[in-house]
């Protein structure tokens, strides 16, 4: 069922996960520890990241060693094993980067003949490596030329003008949101002016960055209301519980930390930062309920460890 099939029928918030494909050459075994774990709160759908090639380097004896590599590869069978063995419903990422629009189309083709109907759609971030682009291939710069694409093939239109009587997709379609903005856009305005067109072009809902100030996600709601942006904006929330990720988050995902969370943190003895992490995240899922949010969509990666106790805590 699509994602905003799932939206209109819940009679109570909805809560969804994100995960991660294991590194290339790793054991599923482990990712599906974690699908075992959150399959017991009935989520309507999982998403899972996908991941752009990049340059490694490697330095031996004094030489160095140029590499290409996609470090985590099986998005798609992921996605076809949640359909399948879980029977919940898998949001594969899709992204610009690192792919041409014609291996999108035929990743798109392979979804529908999965009977996977939901897709999220990110530009992904410039990395160590710029795959160069054959003769004859195109590629999407922004996530809405991606939307764009997968729209037109809702409208049963490919890349392929001459291809006559193809069969229209009926793709839902999610983007990402940034309450605190992405951090190339020169404003909050132009980045929601940019969302918004994303909505425009055909996709359904949008999928927040994480934050960890709900008055973020708020306002942010309500400057894209303001801009006539009616899509639901689905908060996204990741738990977080170490100190290196008071530092790493805010420069991987240029989202602030409050300073009570950031130094209750710092002031705790490391076996206390799971538990602060998690309540922290429980005040935040609380007050969003109470605000009668769409769902709550938690990043979590290949650790289902705080989320478990945390769905506890918040009596699931
Ligand atoms: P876009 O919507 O294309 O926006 C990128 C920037 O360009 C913004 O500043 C926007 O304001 C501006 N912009 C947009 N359109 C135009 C235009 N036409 N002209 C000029 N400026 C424009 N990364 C991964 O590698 N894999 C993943 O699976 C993944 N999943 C994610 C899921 C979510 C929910 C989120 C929030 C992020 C995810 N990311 C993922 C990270 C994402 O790739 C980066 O944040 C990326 O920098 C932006 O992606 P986007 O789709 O928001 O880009």
Redesign the pocket.
């Known amino acids: 069922m699509k994602v905003i099939e799932h939206l209109a029928r819940a009679t109570e918030p909805m809560i969804s996960f ?1 995960v ?1 494909p294991p590194k290339r050459g790793g054991d599923i075994s482990s990712l599906l520890e974690v699908i075992d774990d959150i399959a017991k709160y009935k989520p309507p759908y999982i ?6 090639a990049e340059v490694v380097y490697d330095e031996n004896s004094g030489k160095i060693k140029k590499r290409i590599i996609r470090k985590r590869p099986g ?1 798609l069978g992921i996605c076809a094993l949640i359909q399948k063995k879980y029977n919940i419903d898998a949001v594969p ?6 792919f041409t629009r014609e291996e999108t189309e035929d990743f798109l083709i392979e979804l529908q003949y999965l009977e996977i109907e939901n897709v ?8 160590s490596y710029k795959k160069p682009v054959d003769p004859g291939r195109s590629i999407n ?6 939307v764009k694409q997968m729209n037109d093939m809702n409208q049963g239109k490919y890349l392929d003008e001459a291809l006559l009587d193809a069969k229209a997709t009926d793709f839902c379609i ?5 309450p605190e ?6 404003n909050i305005d ?6 918004k ?2 909505l425009d072009t055909g996709a359904h809902y ?5 934050f960890f100030d709900n008055k973020v996600y708020f306002d942010f709601v309500d400057k894209c209301l303001a801009s006539g942006i009616e899509a639901p904006i689905i908060p ?1 929330l990741k738990i977080a519980t170490t100190t290196k990720q008071l530092t790493n988050i805010p420069r991987h ?2 989202v602030d930390i409050p300073n009570e969370f950031a130094m209750e943190m710092i002031d705790a003895k490391p076996e206390h930062h799971l538990e602060i992490g998690v309540n922290w995240a429980k005040k935040q899922v609380e007050e969003l309920l109470n605000k009668n949010v769409p769902a709550v ?1 938690f ?1 979590i990666m290949q650790n289902s460890k705080p989320v478990t106790m945390l769905m506890k805590k918040l009596g699931y």
């Open positions: 994100e991660i998403e899972i990241t996908s991941h752009a998005t990422h899709i992204l610009c980067q690192g999220l759609a990110i530009r992904g971030d410039e990395n710069l922004y996530a809405l030329d991606l999610g983007v990402a949101g940034y903005k992405h951090f190339e856009a020169p132009f980045d929601i002016a940019y969302l067109k994303k949008v999928v927040t960055q994480m996204g995902f240029h969509h990043y």
